[in-house]
């Protein structure tokens, strides 16, 4: 059944599929995610993609054959199905501005998308829209991606003509938890490079993450009775304010934009008699993050100096590397990007990701994949809206990249 892009994204909106961040170590988190997949293997399968697969964790995979007749390599496009644990997906009911005005956005006569809040909105003035009913996230990260990778492959359908390579598409359960990549096969994916859909703003390119760390610090107070307690008593609480006054008060996420890195206080559990504080630190340059793990651990050793040694311990792990080494290191993903948004007349910007993605992770583990834009804005709550036209021209996007590694 043909469908157009609008169709087939409130289609999926429709479909509740939040996960659960409570569930994490099973995945999919949420049974409910396969009721989309289904819908999406099926789809798959009348659009002509080969040996269609939705496995036991929830992932869908399918493969459009080439039809050319020289060697190009496989190009993947992913997206994620889950929405985001943050605000409820159940009962999505989008609703189609044809035509914005450029004003205020009533969404229901109690929740009013103001251009006052969301500077961004004059700009799309005449622009089709797709918002919420107020009462529910909208959905678009990612369904604006599956939308868009979905109609790619039926103008490859409709138009058996149109050379292309092999085309291999994944869609994924539980990105919004960090699972996204837990089980995804990228031997059988079988791509050379890919692209996740999950980005924002169309003209965005995304091929730059955080290198993210955490911290625990332990304090270990000396518990005396308070009223015998002079020159005597250590209090582990003091102790974990103290440490936290230590670090750089600028250099927190609430004071930070861009490629500044960051420390920041997660959480503390203390008593008088020990703490515990657990902090994470980012940086997109790897030795300015090594340098923020430095500073961390002189604060550690000036307490100790005056404390005694051991009062203060800190055991510092890696979670995850900026993506750009990767990408850096196999440029052809993000090279074709750029000058598929420019055949588009679209000049493209690098957007370094405060954040890491699902494409991140699976740069490391072998398969580069930058992140494109689709469309979608303000995620995870009422206020999310798509712009039709950007999620049409990430369609174009999608089918660009492909006939430029036919052509090459
Ligand atoms: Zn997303």
């Keep these: 059944m043909k469908m157009n892009i609008e169709e087939r994204f409130i289609a999926y909106c429709r479909i509740d599929t939040q996960s659960d961040p409570a569930n994490s170590d099973v995945t999919p988190s949420t049974q409910k995610q396969f009721d989309l997949a289904e819908v999406l293997r099926k789809e798959l399968i009348e659009l002509g993609l080969e040996n269609v697969e939705l496995d036991e964790h929830c992932y869908v995979y399918g493969w459009l054959p080439s039809n050319t007749n020289h060697e190009v390599p496989t190009v993947g496009f992913i997206a994620h199905m889950d929405t985001a644990p943050d605000y409820t997906g159940t009962g999505v009911n989008p609703r189609v501005i044809a035509c914005y005005d450029g004003k205020d956005i009533e969404l229901n006569p109690d929740v009013i ?7 961004d909105l004059p700009a799309l003035k005449g622009k089709r829209l797709i918002v ?9 990260d990612d369904k604006a991606g599956i939308a868009c990778i979905m109609d790619a492959l039926q103008y490859y359908q409709l138009h058996p003509e149109v050379k292309h390579g092999r085309i291999a598409v994944c869609f994924t359960p539980d990105e919004e938890i960090g699972n996204g990549p837990k089980y995804f096969d990228i031997e059988k994916f079988g791509a050379e490079f890919a692209y996740t859909m999950d980005g924002g703003n169309i003209e965005e390119v995304s091929d730059e993450t955080f290198n ?9 107070g000396f518990s005396i009775h308070p009223g015998s307690g002079k020159d005597k008593l250590i209090n582990a609480a003091s102790l974990a304010c103290q440490y936290q006054t230590l670090l750089p008060q600028y250099m927190t996420p609430e004071h930070t934009s861009g490629r500044e890195g960051f420390i920041h206080l997660i959480g503390i559990e203390a008593s008088s008699a020990s703490a515990v504080s657990e902090y994470i630190i980012r940086d997109h340059d790897r030795t300015k993050l090594q340098e923020k793990k430095d500073l961390m651990k002189a604060a550690v050793d000036y307490l100790n100096v005056q404390y005694g040694q051991g009062t203060v311990e800190i055991e510092i792990q890696d979670s995850y590397h900026n993506m750009k080494e990767v990408l850096d290191a196999h440029p052809q993903s993000v090279e074709t990007a750029y000058r598929a948004l420019k055949e588009l007349g679209i000049e493209g910007v690098s957007d370094p990701i405060r954040g890491g993605t699902d494409g991140a992770e699976l740069s490391l583990r072998g398969l580069p994949c930058p992140n494109l834009g689709n469309g979608d804005r303000n995620c995870h709550g009422r206020y999310e809206y798509c712009v039709v036209e950007e999620m049409q021209l990430a369609a174009e996007l999608i089918k660009k990249i492909v006939a430029l590694i036919e052509e090459a």
């Design 113 to 119: 998308m103001k251009v006052e809040d969301f500077p």
């Design 132 to 140: 919420t009913d107020g009462n529910t996230l909208l959905g678009g």
């Design 212 to 220: 993210a760390a955490s911290a625990k610090l332990t304090f270990h």
